[in-house]
């Protein structure tokens, strides 16, 4: 029978590591944006299942949205060009919009998004990523909200993906090299 664990090499955050962490986040959300107008938009597909648990942590009338991004070349060399493949359906004129993102990594998606948003008439634009890999940085992106920092691994799981598989695994973790 299919085990995942033959494939994984380090368990980084367990499904109790997260969900403790996505309810602190979710609390802070509602605290920070007590009587604005919010707009949680995710960015698919990626962060799909981090957004799905994290929405329902959050007290408060919000909406919801997705977008899809893809970056032009090789997808583990970023080459800081994104493109929206799947806009937004909503329009934020005025509103408070929350991008929900899997991982920071170079730093270029959410700098470009970020840009994007407000210039689409977002009152103001803040960011909710679950995993930070701070080392990677290559344009200067204010983060307000950071599940866990990570080291510069190649994750997976819990909606991160290689090449499209193990976004289904409930936890985080790093791959073994011979798994792919
Ligand atoms: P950035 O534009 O370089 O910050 O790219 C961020 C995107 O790269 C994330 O949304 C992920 O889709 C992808 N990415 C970065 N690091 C990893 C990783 O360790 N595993 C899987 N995808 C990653
Ligand atoms: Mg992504």
Same mark, same amino acid.
């Given at each position: 029978?299919?085990?995942?664990?033959?494939?994984?090499d380090?368990?980084? =955050?367990?499904r109790?590591d997260?969900?403790?962490? /996505?309810?602190?986040?979710?609390?802070?959300i509602?605290?920070?944006?007590?009587?604005?107008?919010?707009?949680?938009?995710?960015?698919?597909?990626?962060?799909? /299942?981090?957004?799905?648990?994290?929405?329902?942590e959050?007290?408060?009338?919000?909406?919801?949205?997705?977008?899809? /991004?893809?970056?032009?070349?090789?997808?583990? /060399?970023?080459?800081?060009?994104?493109r929206?493949?799947?806009?937004?359906?909503?329009?934020?004129?005025?509103?408070?919009?929350?991008i929900?993102?899997?991982?920071?990594?170079?730093?270029?998606?959410?700098?470009?998004?970020?840009?994007?948003l407000?210039n689409?008439?977002?009152?103001?634009?803040?960011?909710?990523?679950?995993?930070d890999?701070?080392?990677?940085?290559?344009?200067?992106?204010?983060?307000?909200?950071?599940? =866990?920092?990570?080291?510069?691994?190649?994750?997976?799981?819990?909606?991160?993906?290689y090449?499209?598989?193990?976004?289904?695994?409930? =936890?985080?973790g790093?791959?073994?090299?011979?798994?792919?």
């Amino acid at each position: 029978m299919y085990n995942a664990m033959n494939e994984i090499d380090e368990v980084l =955050f367990t499904r109790d590591d997260i969900a403790k962490r /996505v309810a602190e986040l979710g609390a802070e959300i509602t605290c920070d944006y007590e009587g604005k107008d919010l707009i949680v938009v995710g960015i698919l597909k990626g962060a799909g /299942v981090f957004m799905s648990d994290l929405i329902r942590e959050i007290n408060s009338p919000i909406r919801i949205d997705f977008m899809s /991004v893809s970056s032009y070349g090789n997808s583990t /060399v970023s080459s800081g060009i994104v493109r929206i493949t799947n806009d937004l359906h909503q329009d934020i004129q005025g509103c408070s919009v929350l991008i929900v993102e899997d991982i920071i990594d170079t730093g270029n998606t959410l700098h470009y998004l970020r840009e994007y948003l407000k210039n689409r008439g977002a009152e103001d634009v803040k960011i909710c990523a679950l995993l930070d890999k701070p080392s990677r940085r290559q344009v200067e992106v204010p983060v307000e909200y950071v599940g =866990f920092e990570v080291e510069d691994k190649f994750i997976i799981g819990y909606g991160i993906d290689y090449a499209e598989k193990y976004r289904n695994l409930p =936890f985080i973790g790093t791959l073994k090299q011979s798994a792919d």
